[in-house]
């Protein structure tokens, strides 16, 4: 049977989010159903709401930082039972045959993963509708398992925030030795600060604002270097094996790339759209230096976060917020206003 489910939603560029009703599919027999106790709020869904990449189709129920608890499950179900806790993050399905998703690369397929919002279901060809809302359905292949010790309202931003900034990691191999650079500090790059230092590298964060370093101490940085500094940025000449970008604005990378070590890799996580100004080739053919992006992780690779964050401690900093604050802790998300990451108590949503 199909379920009636109130949400919050956007039904044009120009409005507030709202209370919006809408229905969720009858379950498939792989399909988990989840009841959201918890929601985080990422950049990208204020992004999406005023259609600031100029591909939302309205109406818009944002959310792809999900934890919630199973209600039922499908006959072919075999992961999770009722009264188990899971996570949804960004992607709901895949074409599950190419040849990135045979390698557990579900983020690159190459017919297009299916968003956890803002796009259409490969077997209905619905809208699909995020966590802002009471229950959410999807394919077990895209349900998380939530590790027992993780904080439920913490590890929200994980889904999103944390394993956009664990697969670079993983794929650039950093570990005991490596010598990591992380740009901004914001929801990303706090995770991004966390995630390296647990997995022993050393860590040092760019920032323009000198009143960040205590706090970037605490979350795991050993170095700041004042990016508006011209003698500090000339000390790091050469020391960083990867640096990870999380800046989601357009911004010049060109001070940056000597910072980097021979091989060394500039990756982008932060920011969609063209990179301005142009980028000096020089660093990177004398020292054969790499600008690179990276798009969240595949399931098996999410899985893999969470489990390394339940046994390290590690979950987001966070503030929680009722549904009805959303459209105020928007505009606090534009002035950089939180730390780091607002979560909804989905608890706030009442008919």
């Not at 309202?153 to 950093?174: F, N, Y």
């Not at 969609?272 to 142009?278: E, K, R």
Request: net charge negative; glycine share 10%; aromatic share 8%.
């Amino acid at each position: 049977m199909t379920m009636k489910v109130l949400g919050y939603a956007a039904t044009s560029a120009k409005v507030p989010l709202a209370p919006f009703e809408f229905t969720r599919r009858a379950p498939r027999p792989d399909d988990v159903v989840m009841e959201v106790l918890y929601c985080g709020v990422c950049h990208s869904d204020l992004h999406q709401a005023r259609n600031d990449w100029g591909f939302s189709t309205y109406p818009i129920v944002p959310g792809h930082e999900v934890v919630g608890r199973v209600t039922a499950v499908g006959k072919d179900v075999t992961k999770f039972k009722v009264g188990d806790f899971a996570g949804i993050g960004c992607m709901v399905d895949s074409c599950r045959h190419c040849n990135p998703c045979q390698q557990g690369l579900e983020q690159y397929c190459e017919e297009g993963n299916v968003q956890t919002y803002n796009g259409i279901d490969r077997h209905d060809h619905q809208p699909t509708y995020g966590g802002y809302s009471q229950a959410i359905v999807a394919s077990q292949d895209f349900v998380l398992k939530m590790p027992a010790g993780l904080d439920l309202k913490a590890a929200a931003p994980l889904l999103c925030a944390g394993i956009t900034t664990w697969s670079p990691l993983r794929h650039w191999k950093v570990g005991k030795g490596s010598k990591v650079a992380v740009v901004g500090l914001g929801g990303l790059g706090h995770m991004a600060l966390k995630l390296a230092n647990a997995l022993g590298a050393e860590v040092t964060l760019f920032t323009r604002s000198p009143n960040k370093e205590a706090d970037a101490r605490r979350l795991g940085a050993h170095h700041i270097v004042l990016s508006t500094d011209d003698a500090q940025m000339a000390a790091a000449k050469g020391q960083f094996d990867l640096i990870i970008d999380t800046v989601p604005y357009v911004h010049d990378i060109n001070a940056y790339m000597p910072t980097l070590n021979v091989d060394g890799t500039l990756v982008f996580v932060g920011f969609l759209g063209d990179i301005s100004p142009m980028v000096s080739t020089l660093p990177m053919i004398l020292g054969r230096r790499s600008v690179a992006g990276s798009c969240i992780g595949g399931i098996a690779e999410t899985q893999e976060m969470l489990d390394f964050c339940a046994k390290h401690g590690i979950a987001s900093d966070i503030e929680m917020i009722n549904i009805q604050d959303i459209n105020h802790a928007y505009e606090r998300m534009l002035k950089s206003d939180v730390k780091y990451r607002f979560v909804i108590d989905m608890a706030s949503l009442k008919p």
